[in-house]
């Protein structure tokens, strides 16, 4: 609130009493010499007059005091009307947009590294930006990246069929038209959960319980979301609604894990025909609490870490992997209209499906949105 500069108040009693007081006392004064001289009469007068002195007085406070209320209302701010800006209330402030990206090779590709804003405005600012670099080791092959603001965004889990498993759940694909109305940004979940070495905990229920140490996407009850290591990092809490385990940390403290190899076929996923390039994905956390999503069509464990690390990521997981299950969109609807595949486009040409995937009820396969937040 703005603060209202007024006088100081007068220690004496408020306008208007003062001058009611000596109105008043001198009516008092004569009343002894009305009511005659015996000493019954002089008693008689004292007594009345302290009864008269008592109820002016009193009359004279109570004026004070109405006069120091309404002087108090005459100069107490004015509420807002309905419908007005409060200056109290919390306006949706970004996260510092990201700096452009380094890539592995040069000289450069146009566009490369750059940052490019996508997906619908929340309150008027971009709340995701996509560039890409081409795959380290792969110089003729480009791998997309999505930076996305959680100060903007409030992410979801959407549960499947195939993972993590049965039909009671409330989210699930198609997102709903109300929900659309609000969608950013959407990408893939984890593995199965037979091969995701790790539980999930949604809408309540724990799918597969949840294991310490586990690289671990934490949704909490805001909307802000979060990449950690589960026990260390992040941990359950009254505020935590969703929790999508997969695997161990893949980036911890700024860098790739000790351990990788480039030739790993099953660690780090099973994949199509043993080799160890394919498509991946992961998920990871910056300094600022930014996510960033990789995904390239011919990554093998370590290069998808580096992609990771070069985004900025602090933490990060893989996700799934292999043609099919690694994809990304953002939607660019303007405000309240809703997201679909008519205004949406996917981070790389080559993933499978299409934007509309997300509004297919053969989806089965758990994912996250990103749908614009409103001020609180």
């Known amino acids: 609130m703005h603060e209202v500069v007024r006088e100081r108040p007068h220690r004496g009693p408020a306008p208007g009493a003062a001058a009611l007081a000596r109105r008043l006392s001198p009516r008092a004064r004569d009343l002894p010499a009305a009511v005659g001289g015996s000493s019954g009469s002089r008693r008689a007068s004292v007594l009345l007059a302290a ?3 008592v109820s002016l007085g009193a009359l004279a406070a109570s004026s004070a005091a109405a006069a120091a209320a309404q002087w108090t209302r005459s100069t107490r701010p004015t509420r807002p009307a309905a419908g007005a800006p409060r200056h109290g209330s919390r306006a949706l402030r970004p996260l510092p947009s990201p700096v452009q990206l380094r890539p592995f090779f040069a000289p450069l590709v146009a566009g490369e590294g750059s940052w490019r804003a996508t997906g619908r405005l929340v309150a008027g600012k971009p709340a995701v930006y996509e560039t890409t670099l081409r795959e380290p080791g792969s110089p003729g092959v480009e791998a997309g990246v999505a930076w996305m603001d959680t100060r903007l965004l409030r992410a979801k889990l959407y549960s499947g069929s195939i993972s993590p498993g049965g039909l009671s759940w409330k ?3 198609p997102i709903e038209p109300a929900a659309a109305r609000t969608v950013v940004a959407a990408f893939n979940g984890g593995f199965k959960m037979q091969d995701a070495n790790g539980g999930y905990f949604s809408e309540g229920k724990i799918a597969a319980p949840l294991r310490a140490g586990a690289a671990s996407l934490v949704i ?6 979060t990449v950690g290591m589960w026990g260390r990092d992040v941990r359950m809490t009254p505020a935590v609604v969703a929790v999508r385990q997969n695997l161990n940390l893949l980036v911890d403290h700024g860098a790739p894990v000790p ?3 480039p030739y790993d076929t099953s660690a780090w996923g099973s994949t199509l025909g043993g080799t160890p390039n394919v498509w991946r994905s992961g998920l990871g ?3 600022d609490g930014a996510l960033v999503y990789v995904s390239g069509p011919a990554l093998n464990v370590v290069q998808l870490a580096e992609l990771l690390q070069r985004a900025g990521a602090v933490r990060a997981m893989e996700l799934d992997i292999n043609p099919f299950w690694t994809v ?3 939607y660019s609807a303007p405000t309240g209209v809703q997201a679909s595949a008519a205004n949406g486009a996917d981070l790389l040409p080559g993933m499978t499906g299409g934007p509309s995937r ?3 009820p053969a989806w089965a396969r758990d994912f996250v949105t990103m749908s614009a937040t409103t001020p609180g």
Do not use: C, I
């Open 259 to 261: 351990g990788l190899s």
């Open 328 to 330: 990304f969109a953002a």
């Open 358 to 360: 997300f509004f297919d």
């Open 171 to 173: 989210y699930t694909a």
């Open 285 to 287: 956390v910056t300094a």
């Open 51 to 53: 009864v008269v002195a």
């Open 220 to 225: 909490y009850r805001s909307g802000k979301a």
